[in-house]
């Protein structure tokens, strides 16, 4: 029992350096052939498929009709982000929440870019600076 408790201490502190605040880092192969790993919204649309993303600012809303589809806005623009329940766990999130997402670029030829998010994090309150034009 002792142990399993020392794993699971040993998980969370690993996990939850990832979400630190500091620079985060994509991990992986990085150098010829790799996308660059995408920081703003606006640069989603024009990503390559599979890019590697890192995205800070707030969920706005959930997508009526679009499955575990919302729309995620930082400082640069408005973007759909797919996030199924499992990666939300047990975090209640709300537009007042400021997020990091870790994900990829999810491209399809008849709609605009998304980013298939893999982990989430809650990292602030929204302020000012988070949203579009200020």
């Not at 350096?17 to 994509?26: C, I, K, R």
């Not at 790799?34 to 995205?55: E, F, I, S």
Request: with cysteine.
């Amino acid at each position: 029992m002792r142990v399993l408790a020392v794993l699971l201490a040993l998980t969370i502190g690993f996990a939850g350096g990832a979400f630190s605040g500091g620079t985060v880092w994509a991990s992986g192969f990085e150098g010829p052939g790799v996308a660059a790993t995408v920081t703003r919204a606006a640069d989603v649309l024009g990503a390559q498929d599979d890019a590697p993303c890192v995205l800070e600012g707030h969920i706005v809303e959930k997508l009526p009709r679009r499955k575990n589809r919302y729309l995620f806005e930082d400082h640069s623009g408005k973007i759909i982000v797919e996030i199924k329940n499992e990666v939300f766990g047990h975090l209640t999130v709300t537009p007042h929440d400021k997020v990091r997402l870790l994900g990829h670029i999810d491209w399809n030829r008849k709609r605009p870019n998304e980013v298939q998010v893999d982990a989430l994090a809650i990292i602030g309150t929204v302020d000012a600076h988070d949203s579009p034009g200020r």
